[in-house]
């Protein structure tokens, strides 16, 4: 990095910031770090839904808070991205809280109410589409329409490696996150004439304490076949794709625009 402070002065979004052991968690922690002002978008009903549980909101913005440089703002609300006015809320709730916004990290995902092509309906499909991809799309339009064309426009989307490999059992959930990959192209391609850099981290399997025993989603057979296929020998961390999100948001980033990026530490899919 240039500058251990780079992104003073400027404002990101960061959703899906409700555990300490999540992505955005550890992407809010590495843009505080670089100097950056936060707002954090949370929904922790959510979680606390989930066999990993919820953290305690004001835990997790505090622990974040901690590594903020002097003069950074940190801002953060509980939006339900389902609604079909929830991402117009986000960016109305972090402009009315923080000003001008620099930058969106969309980290927010559905988990569960899963299964296979033959186990799911359309209630599965509505409900993960509803969250992972349109939340995602219109939260980018409205970030767009409040930008300035001043430098340092950046927007990350999330996906999970569907367009590298199957998830059979996860049909929902993939559909709505290869939209995603599927569109960063284009997308990339009407945001750039305004300034915004727009790319798409895959971040592989990472635990953020789906993976462990105690508290995954899964049989633990699974947990042993998805870590062997990992060639050095650990699951990701979510620190691990944070580094590579903190990089795109940064000037060093400046030149990558549409590219889906994985992150996954050799993941061998065969």
């Not at 922690?29 to 707002?39: E, I, K, T, V």
């Not at 339900?80 to 930058?103: F, K, M, T, V, W």
């Not at 590579?244 to 549409?258: K, N, P, Q, Y």
Request: aromatic share 6%; charged share 20%.
């Amino acid at each position: 990095m240039e500058s251990t402070h780079q992104l003073s002065g400027r404002t990101v979004v960061v959703t899906g910031v409700s555990r300490r052991r999540g992505i955005g968690f550890a992407v809010a922690s590495r843009l505080a770090d670089m100097g950056a002002s936060l707002y954090l978008h949370h929904y922790s009903r959510h979680d606390s839904e989930q066999p990993w549980g919820a953290d305690r909101i004001e835990d997790v913005v505090d622990a974040v808070r901690r590594r903020q440089v002097p003069g950074a703002s940190l801002a953060h609300g509980s939006i339900d991205l389902s609604n079909p006015d929830g991402a117009e809320q986000l960016i109305r709730e972090a402009r009315a809280a923080s000003g001008h916004l620099d930058g969106l990290v969309c980290n927010h995902a559905r988990s569960g109410s899963d299964g296979r092509l033959g186990e799911i309906s359309w209630r599965e499909l509505d409900a993960h589409w509803q969250v992972n991809a349109r939340s995602t799309l219109l939260a980018t339009k409205y970030f767009a329409e409040q930008h300035d064309g001043r430098e340092g426009g950046r927007v990350i989307w999330m996906t999970s490696g569907q367009h590298a490999g199957p998830m059979p059992t996860e049909i929902a959930y993939a559909a709505s996150k290869a939209v995603l990959a599927g569109l960063t192209a284009s997308v990339a391609d009407d945001l750039v004439e305004q300034g915004i850099l727009l790319n798409t981290v895959n971040p592989g399997p990472v635990n953020t304490g789906y993976l462990d025993a105690a508290t995954a989603d899964r049989s633990p057979e699974i947990l042993d076949a998805v870590l062997a296929h990992f060639p050095g020998g650990r699951f990701g961390e979510p620190d691990d794709p944070a580094r590579l999100i903190a990089w795109l948001v940064s000037d060093e980033g400046r030149w990558m625009v549409g590219q889906v990026l994985s992150s996954e530490g050799g993941f061998r899919r065969w």
